[in-house]
């Protein structure tokens, strides 16, 4: 590739809870404006609107993030693979594997946005969207499948600087795009009335934006492996082999966890409007929990992936404690606040009384079991990042979705217990047993990752601490 540029993102050194810390803020506050976009359509509908163009939006949150699942589970896939060849300094694949990775973005981009555009009726009414909010759902959903190509565009991309340590430039520009898709939401649905087409037209410009910003980044990123030559987008096969290997396993577990949302929200469907919007409320409050497993279970899958790749056993187990003992502090904070604060956080979304009632119930039964979610959530991303993914994928599948769906199938059809704290009451079950089976599968894969590392009878290394002058380095 010619001379490089010395690469500075290295966390295989260093003071490993800063460094984490240093991941996680960045990618907390982008998964924020991530899902600031639907949150503000939400919000936006829900005050201007009102409550049927509430409900349309709310439906189609399930298919959206199926498909954002879909995206980031396959850009998993790039993480893993570049960061594993950014630890061992293996600047060609890396190069391969960042080009390799922005082709397939776009391919499948266009597929979907195709193959959703068509198919959108047909599914918004197989979930058993209310009639009253149908019109509204397809038409919000049919504008939104139109933006595929920049969505995935972007999520691959910042995939590939999250790879390489930088997570702040992905951050600056979800910044951007959610300024821009508040501005155009105000404009569009309370200047021009535009109503649930123009919340959907506002997010795929800002996904646009965000697509445009983070590809000049990868153009811009002279003399390092990853920096980005559109003439030079190809398909290199042991690149596209690694990238699938852990990123459709990472896909398909996502796309079992949307499906087994669908099920819940055609069962919340059943239960009216009323209870159609408050979940819809309740899950913009519990995606700060989402926002906050997910950026611990991304800092350590990269970290995982770096540590891996440069041999470094001890400092990868090290770093998982470190992680699991951070995320269960804030997720105690974040669950009491949550109980003490539910009225007033949901009356942000929807000040409709009947919505009220039924929202507080739904956040003061789910968010005391969020505790028993996070290791689920971090074991696997510490796995995946060494490059073992089936496994965790189908214990997920068989467990958060497989035994949700059944409970679902079984439980709540029976006459007595037809009821929406029936629907609640599958989360921590599920939750709680996928727990104790990942934990297995975590030492199990830990031991494997052992004898790869280190040869049958050497040795672990020790782990010096740093000294002053390596920690203000670090820094």
Not at 27 to 39: D, E, I, K
Request: hydrophobic share 55%.
């Amino acid at each position: 590739m010619g001379l490089l540029r010395q690469p500075t993102s290295d966390i295989t050194k260093g003071v490993i809870w800063k460094q984490l810390l240093a991941f996680f803020f960045p990618l907390w506050f982008g998964t924020f404006f991530q899902q600031l976009y639907n949150t503000v359509d939400t919000l936006v509908v829900g005050r201007f609107v009102g409550k049927v163009a509430l409900a349309a939006v709310g439906s189609t949150s399930v298919i959206v993030n199926l498909t954002v699942g879909i995206f980031t589970g396959l850009a998993a896939g790039a993480v893993v693979a570049i960061a594993q060849h950014f630890g061992a300094r293996r600047w060609d694949e890396v190069h391969e594997c960042v080009h390799t990775a922005m082709l397939l973005s776009i391919l499948i981009g266009a597929f979907f946005m195709v193959t959703g555009f068509v198919l959108t009726p047909w599914t918004l009414r197989a979930m058993g969207t209310t009639e009253e909010a149908l019109p509204g759902a397809i038409l919000y959903l049919r504008v939104y499948f139109l933006g595929m190509v920049p969505n995935v565009i972007y999520n691959m991309g910042t995939g590939v600087l999250r790879a390489i340590g930088d997570f702040r430039r992905p951050l600056y520009f979800l910044m951007a795009a959610s300024l821009c898709n508040i501005v155009l939401d105000l404009l569009l649905v309370v200047v021009f009335h535009m109503g649930v087409a123009g919340v959907a037209i506002a997010t795929i410009c800002s996904q646009l934006l965000s697509a445009v910003l983070v590809v000049i980044s990868l153009m811009r990123s002279e003399m390092t492996p990853y920096q980005l030559f559109p003439k030079r987008l190809r398909i290199y096969a042991m690149p596209m082999r690694s990238i699938l290997m852990i990123g459709v396993p990472t896909a398909l577990q996502s796309v079992m966890y949307n499906a087994s949302n669908i099920v819940i929200q055609a069962s919340i469907n059943s239960f009216g409007t009323d209870a159609v919007a408050a979940w819809t409320a309740y899950g913009k409050m519990d995606i700060i929990f989402w926002m906050t497993i997910t950026a611990m279970a991304q800092s350590i899958t990269t970290f995982a992936g770096q540590n891996y790749g440069a041999g470094e056993y001890e400092r990868l187990k090290k770093g998982v404690r470190v992680s699991v003992a951070m995320t269960a502090c804030f997720t105690v904070l974040l669950s009491t606040a949550f109980f003490l604060l539910a009225r007033p956080l949901l009356a942000i979304f929807s000040p409709d009384p009947d919505v009220l009632e039924v929202g507080v119930e739904m956040v003061r039964f789910l968010a005391p079991c969020y505790i028993t979610y996070i290791l689920i959530e971090l074991l696997t991303g510490a796995i995946r990042g060494a490059g073992k993914s089936v496994a965790p994928m189908l214990i997920s599948v068989f467990g958060v979705c497989g035994l949700r769906l059944l409970w679902i199938a079984t439980i709540f059809q029976l006459p007595q217990f037809h009821t929406i704290q029936t629907i609640y009451w599958s989360y921590p079950i599920s939750w709680a047993i996928t727990f104790g089976v990942h934990v297995i599968c975590f030492l199990w894969a830990m031991k494997k990752v052992k004898r790869q590392l280190l040869p049958e009878g050497a040795p672990a290394p020790v782990e010096v601490p740093p000294t002053l002058e390596e920690e203000t380095v670090s820094e």
